[in-house]
């Protein structure tokens, strides 16, 4: 899935986007290391060829102070948004 979406960010990117990407990954119970989209964020740094920091949190002050800290061609991954029970719940 990862690889699916690298045309689009990459056409963003380069046509200076700011590109804040949203993930879920497993079935945690809050947040756990093991359900991390770190490693996702590793990756995408390879496959765009350029560096994709990961917020620790998907909602909140800091994650908000992150997405506006962004500048044109940037990308940043959000945190996995299964760790809130909300985004299961819809």
């Known amino acids: 899935r990862i690889r699916a979406s690298i ?3 990459k056409h ?5 986007a700011r590109v804040a990407v949203s993930s879920h990954l497993g079935r945690p119970k809050g947040p756990e290391d093991k359900f991390s989209l770190g490693p996702c ?3 995408l ?3 765009l060829g350029q560096d994709v ?6 909602i909140g002050d ?3 102070a992150a997405v506006d800290a962004l500048k ?3 990308c940043l991954l959000l945190e996995n948004v299964r760790f809130y029970p909300e985004e299961e719940k819809n």
């Open 12 to 16: 963003l990117l380069d046509n200076g």
């Open 41 to 43: 964020a590793d990756r």
């Open 53 to 58: 920091k990961i917020t620790k949190d998907c």
């Open 62 to 64: 800091e994650t908000k």
């Open 72 to 74: 044109d061609g940037e």
């Open 45 to 47: 740094t390879e496959l």
């Open 7 to 9: 045309p689009t960010i």
